[in-house]
Each structure stands twice: as C-alpha cells, then as structure tokens.
Nanobody
Framework: QVQLVESGGGLVQAGGSLRLSCVAS????????MAWYRQAPGKQRELVAT???????NYADAVKGRFTISRDTAKNTVYLQMNSLKPEDTAVYYC???????????WGQGTQVTVSS
C-alpha cells in the first residue's frame, strides 16, 4: 500500500502562485510514476501533470508554461509549482501514484485551490 498526503492548497488572487506538496509513505519502492490531477465543481477529474521515475514530465495544455511538476525521491515527495494562476485553475487537486507493473492507482485526499479574480 502507498499513502499520499497533499498540502499547500489555499486561496490566492489571479496571477499569484502556490506550491503543492505530496508526501508518499508505505511501499514507495513500488511506485513508478506520480501525477497531479484536479477536479473542478461539476466537472470530471482531469490530468494536470505527470513525472516518472526518470524525471520525464508531461503537462496538460491548459497549464503548460505555468505549472512545474518535480520530484524529490529521497523525500518521497512530489511538488506542483503553480504560477500565473487563473480563476479557471480553481479545483481540488489530487496527488496520484501508479504502482509498478500493475499500474494500480493510489490517490491522496485532495487539497483545495481557489483562485479569485
């Protein structure tokens, strides 16, 4: 089992920045890729950014150039630096980890990000 705990959400004005953190515990040696997803009210959960064990990253078009995902393997932590935030970035942000071989998904409890205009 892998447990994920997010932190760093909050209320920020448009144009501001936030950094989300996700600490993994448990069988972290079984984790392959990690990712951030988000879910806005009334919408489906969507992928924001991913990072694999080698450090390769991918981003949703909506956040490219504004968000940066990074990973500190020694601390079992993944970060999401969010700059130039927009009201449409308002959502609950979830940390996700994928198990090696099976690709089984683990989820955190989510952290609220609210961007005011």
């Amino acid at each position: 089992q892998v447990q994920l705990v997010e932190s760093g959400g909050g209320l920020v004005q448009a144009g501001g920045s936030l950094r989300l953190s996700c600490v993994a515990s448990g069988s972290t040696n079984r984790v392959n890729s990690m990712a951030w997803y988000r879910q806005a009210p009334g919408k489906q959960r969507e992928l924001v950014a991913t990072i694999n064990r080698e450090g390769s990253t991918n981003y949703a078009d909506a956040v490219k150039g504004r968000f940066t995902i990074s990973r500190d393997t020694a601390k079992n932590t993944v970060y999401l630096q969010m700059n130039s935030l927009k009201p449409e970035d308002t959502a609950v942000y979830y940390c996700n980890a994928r198990r090696i071989l099976t690709d089984y998904p683990y989820w955190g409890q989510g952290t609220q990000v609210t961007v005011s205009s």
